[in-house]
Nanobody, 133 residues
Framework: QRQPVESGGGVVQPGGSLRLSCVAS????????IAWFRQAPGKERELVSC????????HYADSVKGRFTISKRNTENTVYLEMNSLEPEDTGIYYC??????????????????????????WGQGTQVTVSS
């Protein structure tokens, strides 16, 4: 099965920055919603950000608004997550997730809500982000 590949994780001090990449070889990413999720030890996986198919609308979790920016480069089939002002609470494994073709960042059954993890079809292996002094 096709799988996106994440990279860019690492160890950074509080207040620092990282840029994560998700390479989606085999997809034409313009037609897919692509999200970043994260999972901290002992916690459930949570949505961080999503960039929509075709219109590139974005969604952010409240905890990262103003600090993280999602973007994509269609010609390279790559989605980025620029993370600034990192906090220890941002520590976790960051996963890239992709919908079915023409999927939206928002739930098909509840359009005012973001799509949950079970509504994404393809997942990467994840990249570790550790924010620690």
């Amino acid at each position: 099965q096709r799988q996106p590949v994440e990279s860019g994780g690492g160890v950074v001090q509080p207040g620092g920055s990282l840029r994560l990449s998700c390479v989606a070889s085999g997809w034409t990413i313009h037609y897919y919603a692509i999200a970043w999720f994260r999972q901290a030890p002992g916690k459930e996986r949570e949505l961080v950000s999503c960039i929509n198919s075709e219109d590139d609308r974005t969604h952010y979790a409240d905890s990262v608004k103003g600090r993280f920016t999602i973007s994509k480069r269609n010609t390279e089939n790559t989605v980025y997550l620029e993370m600034n002002s990192l906090e220890p609470e941002d520590t976790g494994i960051y996963y890239c997730a992709i919908t079915q073709v023409r999927g939206q960042c928002w739930s098909p059954t509840s359009p005012s809500r973001p799509r949950n993890q079970y509504q994404y079809s393809y997942w990467g292996q994840g990249t570790q982000v550790t924010v620690s002094s």
